[in-house]
């Protein structure tokens, strides 16, 4: 087993689309998907962007502000994440600071609720 700690992870600023105080550090990636630490610092953004695959926003630690095609701003916290569909345009900001983790690529991301652990096969 090992023990990754994302905030050691090197990190690289990303200012791309209007973005601010944003910064990734990937640790993971395969053929179909990117794994990837995010840091947003207080008032940080990630501007307005199309999603290139299905993107998973899940958030570790603070809180972001995302909205997607529709424009509407919903809050996510810790234990919560955000989907983007392939192409949706997105943005992400973060008043107090964030940690987060992106998954992005071929995913399978169920409904609320429904469970998609196909078992042991």
Do not use: N, Y
């Amino acid at each position: 087993m090992r023990i990754l700690s994302l905030a050691d992870l090197p990190h690289r600023p990303i200012d791309a689309h209007g973005s601010k105080f944003f910064s990734v550090g990937a640790f993971g990636i395969c053929a179909d998907a990117h794994l990837i630490a995010v840091t947003l610092a207080p008032g940080g953004v990630i501007g307005r962007h199309p999603a290139a695959g299905r993107q998973l926003l899940v958030v570790l630690s603070g809180s972001v502000e995302v909205a997607g095609h529709e424009g509407e701003v919903r809050t996510i916290s810790p234990g919560e994440a955000a989907v983007w569909e392939p192409g949706e345009a997105h943005e992400t900001r973060s008043p107090t600071g964030v940690t987060a983790m992106i998954v992005e690529g071929d995913l399978d991301i169920g409904a609320p609720g429904e469970q998609i652990d196909r078992g042991d096969t």
